[in-house]
């Protein structure tokens, strides 16, 4: 008790807060000496100028209540004198003046909010001052109509998702809110595998490229390392090794999805869905070749998966399958929902199996079966697209995925 009294004392805070400026000003600093260039704070003022932050929220918080605010305006006023000159010198960019800002910021917070969030605010600082031509490069490689798409669904999500009414419609309970917080998640993991897809993908190699996929569309990379083996055959076991990977990529995603719409609902299905996961790396280890794991390459994924259509079209799936497996489990029992789930197999399962899990309840052994009998309908069907779309590969790929499908049988029973 007296060490944390100690830890979170005014003393304590003030030297962090001298710490973390000295640490933006150090990388200043050397940013300085590297581009030898005149900076308006090194080391020293960074430091003074945390520190000044500091004892502007100490002030304030004796009731002198103007300090953080005037403290803020001496630090735009003097940034901007300082930028006026450096650039009549040629030297433009405001970088420097902004991190100098936040580095006020910064030691305000050291003593008002929790030390991890003066600390984070500095780290960032500094990460986003060193990295500045990492941050360039990879801004660089973004597709125009890429960068715009992340944009406007920003844009919708952040106008729209607080707007939409927090509460039940209709008999089958539709949340209009909860239903787009739902779209938003899948479609934000779906795209950060797009872009590690897009931007490491022809570094790190055809492979684990695939794997990158796999968080995006299982589905799609199948199609996409489809054609590759239909315009250049040799390709072969390069596509059904890719199709393998990004299956099994699918299964660890699809969980993650659940945890983040039902959290308790991973406990009543992890280890169905890890075991076919490492059933499908398996296969997938056992279907590659030497030469084809040496060859370079990544998959070309066929669309954004952070556009708009898609978000949409995945809000009116999630809510069609909300209801049609509320009627058909009313009208047909659970031999309805089982049969549901083998039809839904062809098409995208995840808003099947997140109308499932999403009313938060514990999940039964028959809701358990549907998703795994829909997993088992999505694998075969994606040995099927593979084999017609590269006939010399047909039996090769059928016969695989027909094993990893069978391997679901057991599971299902075992639960």
């Known amino acids: 008790m007296i060490v944390a009294d100690v830890l979170d004392s005014d003393l304590v805070r003030l030297i962090v807060a001298g710490g973390l400026g000295l640490l933006v000003g150090m990388e200043r600093e050397r940013h300085g000496a590297e581009a030898a260039t005149p900076l308006p704070a090194g080391v020293r003022t960074h430091t003074l100028i945390s520190m000044c932050g500091f004892a502007s929220a100490w002030l304030f918080r004796h009731h002198v209540g103007f300090v953080i605010p005037a403290g803020i305006f001496a630090i735009a006023v003097w940034t901007g004198i300082a930028y006026i000159f450096k650039a009549r010198q040629g030297h433009v960019g405001f970088t420097s003046e902004v991190a100098a800002l936040l580095t006020f910021l910064t030691g305000a917070l050291a003593l ?5 969030l003066a600390a984070a605010l500095a780290v960032a ?18 597709d125009r109509n890429e960068f715009l798409a992340v944009v406007k669904f920003l844009i919708v ?9 927090d509460r039940a419609f209709t008999t089958f309970a539709l949340n209009p809110r909860h239903i787009w917080k739902i779209v938003v998640i899948v479609s934000t993991i779906s795209f950060g595998g797009y872009v590690l897809a897009r931007q490491l993908g022809p570094a790190v190699g055809f492979a684990v490229s695939a794997l990158l996929g796999g968080l995006v569309s299982s589905t ?48 009543e ?17 056992g279907s590659s070749s030497r030469s084809a794991a040496q060859l370079p390459g990544a998959l070309q994924l066929p669309r954004n998966p952070f556009d708009l259509i898609p978000a949409a079209l995945f809000a009116a799936a999630f809510t069609l399958l909300t209801i049609l497996t509320a009627v058909v489990r009313t009208t047909f029992g659970v031999t309805g929902l089982l049969v549901l789930s083998l039809l839904v197999g062809c098409t995208d399962i995840t808003p099947f199996v997140l109308s499932l899990v999403h009313r938060g309840a514990p999940l039964d052994s028959y809701a358990i079966h549907a ?14 697209y593979l084999g017609l779309l590269v006939p010399g590969l047909r039996m090769r790929a059928l016969w695989r995925h027909a094993l990893w499908a069978a391997f679901h049988l057991p599971l299902i029973l075992w639960v």
Not at 157 to 165: E, F, N
Not at 375 to 382: F, Q
Request: one cysteine or more; hydrophobic letters at 60%; charged letters at 5%.
């Open 269 to 285: 299905l992890w280890w169905q869905l890890s075991a076919l996961a490492l059933a499908g790396v398996a296969l997938a280890l």
């Open 371 to 384: 998703i795994i009998l829909a997993c088992m309908s999505n694998t075969l069907l994606r040995g099927v």
């Open 112 to 116: 008002l909010a929790p030390l991890w």
């Open 125 to 142: 600082n500094t990460l986003v001052l060193s990295e500045k031509t990492l941050l360039e490069q990879h801004v660089a490689l973004l």
């Open 220 to 267: 799609a990379v199948t199609i996409a390392a489809g054609r590759l083996a239909c315009d250049n055959p040799s390709q072969a076991n390069r596509a059904l090794h890719a199709t393998l990977l990004a299956g099994a990529v699918a299964y660890v995603r699809l969980l993650f999805l659940i945890w983040l719409v039902h959290p308790l609902a991973p406990g």
């Open 157 to 165: 999500s952040a106008i729209i998702l607080p707007a939409l009414p």
